[in-house]
């Protein structure tokens, strides 16, 4: 079913039994990993976490059913987070559906999907499901997005300031709030003792990292510009972004450009595909997407998006080299993409 955001806030800060799986999608996602984070505190602290992944289920329908229906080793709440995910879990979520029975609550964060979606169509079918779509805020609701974020901080700014903290963040939630709560930490600002933060100000902090930006990152990366990867990175990991945090907005780029190829080798011209695509493409990033979307076929895409899945899930496995397995991955895309013609 599809759920309003005050029905999906309420129905995962109480986790109804009736209620198998919460579907967050959307291409807004840190606003639904936002939203998972709700059901995690319903659990509480010592609740069990399973986390799967789309690829993981493909491989094995029964898992979910199986997990959802186990109890915790020491008795306790469990529940299960699917990410990343997308029409790779059809099978194991249907199966889960019409099971007679589930116990352990599940939320997957989905990202952008089409209307078209396998998942999304049997989720917004049956009762057992809750569906909600983040999007990205665009224009002036992004600006004034940024304002009132600032103002939960302490932080007093001007329409200027909050625009460009907004153009920044490429449209991402998690990165204005980290970006906005560096800003605080910066001046002493806090709920209780409000700081200006002005324009002259706020040149001078952001001057060594203005070129770090996740968003310019990913197009490096798809669009194969390997030769300047290294600095981008280096300034990155500077600015606190690095390992799995590198791999979830390429990831987001390589799904969402698959289903988008899918159109195009279904015989639509891509220039009708971006029409049609939406919000489910941050209107600033439409060009770029337009071109690496040229440049990849589906098969790449597949093969790319199997990659950085298996090094997420490497990076998260015990006593792994991390930000160097993601590095390592991240150049090898770079340098693949640069074989690729448009």
């Known amino acids: ?134 999007y990205l805020p665009e224009g002036g609701d992004i600006d004034r997005l940024a304002g009132s974020m600032a103002r939960e901080q302490g932080l007093v700014i001007d329409g200027d300031v909050a625009r460009r903290l907004a153009t920044g963040s490429g449209g991402d939630r998690a990165l204005l709030a980290r970006e906005i709560e560096k800003l605080a930490l910066y ?64 990831l987001r780029r390589l799904m969402l450009l698959a289903e988008l190829r899918a159109e195009v080798d279904r015989g639509n011209g891509i220039e009708a595909v971006m029409g049609g695509a939406g919000r489910a493409v941050f209107w600033k990033e439409k060009a770029a997407v337009a071109t690496q979307l040229s440049r990849w076929s589906g098969e790449a895409l597949a093969k790319a998006i199997e990659r950085v899945t298996a090094t997420e899930l490497a990076v998260k496995a015990s006593g792994s080299a991390g930000p160097i397995l993601v590095e390592a991955e991240l150049v090898a895309i770079a340098r693949f993409a640069t074989r690729l013609r448009p």
């Open 1 to 134: 079913m599809k759920a309003s955001r005050p029905q999906i806030e309420r129905a995962l800060d109480t986790a109804p039994a009736d209620i198998r799986l919460f579907l967050l999608h959307g291409p807004d996602e840190s606003q639904s990993r936002e939203l998972a984070a709700r059901l995690a505190r319903r659990m509480g602290p010592e609740a069990e976490r399973v986390d799967l992944s789309g690829a993981q289920l493909k491989g094995d329908p029964a898992r979910l059913t199986d997990e959802a229906a186990s109890i915790s080793l020491f008795g306790g709440a469990r529940h299960i987070r699917i990410e990343p995910a997308g029409d790779d879990a059809y099978e194991a979520v249907t199966a889960l559906l019409e099971a007679p029975s589930a116990g352990n609550p599940v939320v997957m964060v989905a990202g952008a999907l089409r209307k078209d979606s396998r998942l999304l169509k049997r989720a917004l079918a049956d009762p057992a499901v809750l569906a909600f779509a983040s």
């Open 187 to 250: 001046v002493d600002a806090a709920p209780d003792r409000p700081a200006p933060l002005d324009r002259a100000m706020f040149d001078e902090i952001s001057a060594d990292t203005a070129e770090g930006d996740l968003s310019r990152l990913v197009d490096m990366l798809i669009s194969g510009r390997p030769e300047r990867l290294g600095a981008e990175l280096a300034r990155l990991a500077i600015a606190g972004q690095e390992g799995i945090g590198l791999l979830r907005p390429l």
